[in-house]
């Protein structure tokens, strides 16, 4: 029996990836019943747990699970704040004229594209559609191919389609450098030094954006959207502390409390952190995607996680208080 | 004695001088510099009709402080050609002669300042900046002839180099004050308390200890500071003649755990007892490591569970396993992104540079020693300055005493503190 | 019927991993082992490609028509890199490797010094000083708590680190407070991992939905 129910549940999920294209959405009131019934069982769980039952730990997957597969499929919408420090990024950002040129290094891989995607796209868009240059390096090998899908991305947005953002003038694409933080140092004194091509191997003298672009002084603005190192805390050690270029970030969760010291203590222009930062970006930019959609799964999740701390911690107590009992 | 003041003095001489070269190689962050080296005289526009007359560009040309002599910055002030609506940007042009060859070497939108970083120390230069517009341009006059100059001290960061040649000339002198013998104090760490309690219990249980000394190799200061602690372990170990079990990513680190579980052996009289089996190399791929060692927890279910080095994803793993089995758990690390995971997940956990503290106090190494005393001054440097600063900050704009301003301004002169802007 | 080869390996493989929350199993290690194939097949060629390629090979011997000078120093650089590999010779040869890696310690904690020291250290007193100035000078409710929050914070976190006097009595104290700001620093870090873990598995549902299941748009 229990070895039926795998096989029959991705028979289930083959047949529909196979058969189906109609998407699936629950009306509100749909929604709402859902998310009282996921309620309900939690409570289930904490009475369970009250009465000495230990609960295996594949049931709490199984709630997390379904608390984010859910809300893909729901009909809320959630009230989002932007906080101070994106307001920050965004403020920084939104202060440059056009034609400013931005440098945006995209230091990262696809494992974080879940977190940081969201940002650059936003980026991205924002910038097209604000005639903001930008250039495009990376210091994480597959880096400037996640920034080609943001450009991608962008590009499927007909108003900006429409504007039709040039390669190699409106934006373009430098590709990787080895060299970790070193190479933020030689660009200190040379970009082209660092980057004699860009992706496509085209000199850096035959491309018109980067024609009196030397170094950080003719960059605006720096930003970095990282998952470790090489990353943010190395754009603001050298970039901002030696070269003085404003440097803004988005990182993933892991890493942003690490980071916050440095927006504190005003070494960096604002921060994205994780998905919140990336959904509030959003928010800001009015680039709405990815994030926001996710916002929701994320939020229904943090929920059942904080239930189960709670439920895991009135059980402790519930247990300790039943083991002195026989002894008073 | 006076070879070891030789030694001191030239280690400090060869700190400082490699750090004034480190500064002196460095270009450095874009303070203004008083040391104006030419500013052009007024400038002749050739604006076309429509665009407004806002007067001249006025442009200068400073040396870039700190450098090596590669750098000029060339600023202007905007009249306001900025905020009219077809403005493209303006355009730096280098001219290294009298004639019209110029060579651009940088445009800017916002920041009214460009840095030529191919200037030359030996050539003069001069500059024009233009207004550019869709169709025409906004040109200054040319600035007068400069050269960029060589700076052997960066001197915006002396406050940089004063703390640290004082914190290095600290951890060598307590290194030095360690090797004469002289014990140096620190205080009690709680984790290490708990060994001898936690091996105890592994032997009343009869059950043996599991020692994980991070999944990095020997060149990591951590793995070694894991691998000094396992000497007191295997120390109480042999003393109670319990069992060790320690598995190992790196086969350097398995050699090395050998010869300190031996020696340990050996100090505590029972060498008879020890056997090469203790610490066995599993494999260098991270999570075969990592699940290789929750097997053996499942199955041998040590009592005492030792994590101290650099740990990365797995540590939640092997706490959480260490946890299921009810294990004592003591963990120890200097990766910030892990102490969390260790803090919530073991009884004991020695926070980041704890681990080293610890390692210095078990093995009283000199050397160990004197650069945990040494780092203690820098410390003690951060918290008077903040404490002092926090201090004559209130009082200075509070109640207006003068004595605190003064304070106040030397200090703020001495870290090069701005008030921040918001 | 739809059915794209790249959509259902990618999908194969990510139910593959997910099921390792079942229990261990065949099919988790299978995916795991072609994980860890593939990546350490990535950087093998994107090293290569990266480095020995781009770096040295067209920096020594550059495109005549480029009019790039070659640039003889990188020969240096690997020497450097072919003593590290006298490793292989055991005990006997080993030793010169460690000459590079000398080479590495040495100018990593040159420059990692002056970077921490000025970005770490100094710029962080200075913020920590900095923000109080600013809120003693402009003083609101809010602004006086968040700087005497932080300055109080830095200072019995320093505290805690400080190993020369024993924690006892008003230090002591001082010390327990410190315990506290990691302990919460701890806890707001623990929270972001939870959700940054959260957002990596919603990435992977995001494809099974739409791209595997096209049950969302």
Redesign the interface.
């Known amino acids: 029996m229990k070895k039926i129910v795998p096989v029959i549940v991705l028979a289930l999920l083959f047949a529909i990836a196979l058969f189906n294209d109609s998407a699936l959405e629950l009306s509100p009131t749909w929604s709402w019943v859902v998310t009282i019934l996921l309620g309900l069982a939690m409570v289930v769980v904490l009475i369970l747990s009250m009465t000495g039952k230990m609960i295996e730990r594949r049931i709490v997957f199984l709630f997390v699970g379904i608390s984010l597969v859910l809300p893909f499929f729901m009909n809320f919408t959630m009230p989002l704040n932007v906080s101070p420090v994106v307001q920050t990024l965004y403020d920084a950002l939104n202060k440059l004229p056009k034609g400013s040129k931005v440098l945006a290094s995209f230091d990262y891989d696809p494992p974080s594209a879940p977190e940081l995607q969201p940002m650059a796209d936003a980026f991205v868009k924002w910038a097209f559609r604000n005639d903001i240059k930008v250039i495009i390096v990376g210091l994480w090998p597959q880096g400037p191919l996640q920034a080609n899908l943001s450009v991608e991305a962008a590009m499927a947005d007909p108003e900006i389609a429409a504007k039709n953002p040039k390669y190699g003038v409106d934006y373009v694409n430098l590709g990787f450098q080895t060299g970790n933080e070193f190479v933020i140092q030689g660009m200190g004194t040379s970009f082209r030094a660092k980057f004699p091509t860009d992706l496509y191997n085209t000199p850096y003298d035959s491309i018109p954006l980067m024609r009196g672009v030397e170094n950080f002084s003719n960059i605006d603005f720096v930003m970095n959207l990282s998952s470790g190192y090489p990353g943010t805390v190395e754009w603001v050690q050298i970039a901002v502390d030696r070269f003085g270029v404003p440097v803004g970030a988005g990182n993933t969760a892991v890493q942003a409390p690490q980071v916050y010291p440095y927006v504190e203590s005003g070494q960096l222009t604002g921060l994205l952190g994780g998905m919140s930062g990336a959904a509030e970006f959003e928010k800001a930019t009015g680039e709405a995607g990815q994030a926001n959609t996710f916002l929701l799964s994320q939020s229904f999740a943090h929920l059942v996680v904080v239930g189960f701390i709670l439920i895991g911690n009135v059980a402790l107590f519930i247990g300790q208080n039943r083991r002195r009992a026989p002894l008073v | 004695m006076t070879a070891k003041l030789y030694t001191t003095i030239t280690a400090i001489t060869i700190t400082a001088l ?2 004034l070269l ?2 002196i190689a ?6 203004a510099q008083s040391d104006a080296v030419a500013e052009s005289p007024d400038s002749a526009t050739t604006a076309v009709a429509q665009v407004p007359d806002l007067g001249p560009i006025l442009i200068t040309v400073e040396d870039f402080p700190s450098d090596a002599g ?1 750098a000029l ?1 060339i600023g202007w002030e905007d009249p306001g050609y ?1 905020s009219l609506p077809d403005f ?2 303006y ?2 042009t280098r001219y290294t002669d009298d004639s019209d060859n110029g060579m ?8 009214p ?6 200037a030359s120390h030996s050539i003069a230069h001069s500059y024009t900046v233009a207004a550019v517009f869709p169709d025409h341009e906004v040109i200054s006059a040319r600035s007068e002839p400069a050269m960029a100059e060589i700076q052997w001290v960066a001197a915006d ?1 002396y ?2 180099i004063i ?2 040649i004082f914190v290095c000339a600290a951890v060598i002198f307590f290194i030095e004050t360690a090797k004469r013998g002289k014990t140096l ?4 760490i709680a984790g290490l308390e708990a060994i001898d309690e936690a091996v105890g219990r592994a032997t009343e249980m009869g059950r043996p200890i599991l020692f994980v000394a991070g999944i990095q190799d020997m ?1 990591d200061v951590q793995t070694l500071a894991g691998l000094t602690i396992l000497g007191r372990v295997a120390r109480t170990v042999a003393q109670y003649d319990s069992k060790i079990n320690m598995p190992c990513r790196a086969s350097l680190v398995m050699t090395a755990g050998r010869e300190v579980i031996k020696e340990a052996y050996n100090v505590a009289g029972r060498p008879d007892a020890y056997s090469d089996d203790m610490v066995h190399y599993v494999t260098d ?1 991270q ?1 075969g490591f990592v699940a290789a060692t929750n097997g053996i927890m499942v199955r041998e279910k040590p009592a005492t569970c030792f994590y101290l080095g650099a740990f990365f994803a797995e540590s939640l793993i092997l706490a959480e396993t260490g946890n299921s089995i009810e294990a004592i758990q003591i963990a120890g690390t200097a990766m ?2 892990q ?3 260790f ?2 997940a073991c009884d004991y956990t020695l ?4 681990l080293f ?1 610890a390692s210095a106090y078990l093995s009283e190494e000199p050397r160990q020693l004197g650069s ?2 040494g780092q ?1 001054v ?3 440097l ?2 008077i ?3 002092v ?2 201090i004559s ?2 009082l200075a ?2 109640w207006d005493i003068g004595l605190f301003q003064v304070i ?1 301004s030397a ?1 703020r002169t001495a ?8 | 019927m739809q059915f794209d080869i790249g959509i259902w390996i990618a999908a194969l493989l990510t139910l593959g991993i997910i099921s390792f929350l079942y229990k261990d199993n065949v099919i988790y290690k299978v995916s795991e082992a072609i994980f860890v194939g593939v990546s350490a097949g990535f950087w093998f060629i994107s090293l290569f490609w990266d480095n020995i390629y781009r770096k040295f090979w067209v920096g020594v011997f550059p495109d005549p028509t480029s009019g790039k000078e070659p640039q003889y120093i990188l020969f240096g650089g690997v020497l450097l890199g072919v003593l590290m590999l006298s490793r292989l010779f055991g005990n006997k040869a080993g030793w010169i490797s460690r000459w590079p890696l000398a080479f590495i310690v040495g100018a990593t904690a040159g420059l990692k010094m002056i970077t921490f020291l000025a970005s770490n250290a100094v710029a962080q007193i200075n913020a920590t000083v900095g923000n109080f100035v600013a809120a003693v000078a402009a003083p609101t409710f809010a602004g006086l708590v968040t700087a005497s929050t932080v300055t109080i914070g830095t200072f019995c976190g320093l505290v805690y680190f400080f190993f020369s006097k024993e924690h006892k009595g008003w230090f002591g104290g001082l010390a327990q407070v410190g315990t506290w700001v990691l302990m919460i620093t701890f806890g707001a870090s623990f929270g972001y991992t939870v959700m940054s873990r959260m957002s990596l598995l919603l990435g992977r549902i995001d494809f099974l939905l739409s791209d595997w299941l096209h049950l969302i748009k």
């Open positions: 490699s750090l480190l500064l460095a270009p450095h962050a874009l303070l590669e910055i900025v493209i940007e355009r730096v651009v070497i940088g445009t800017s939108v916002l920041n300042e460009v840095i030529d970083g191919e960061k406050a940089v703390i640290g104090f620190l205080r009690r060149d791929e999570f910030p992104a102490l969390p995971f803090v919530a926070i980041g540079e704890e503290a945990l005393k203690d820098g410390k003690a951060a918290m300055a903040i404490v600063g926090g900050v209130t704009q509070a106040e200090l870290f090069n503190i701005q008030l921040p802007v918001r």
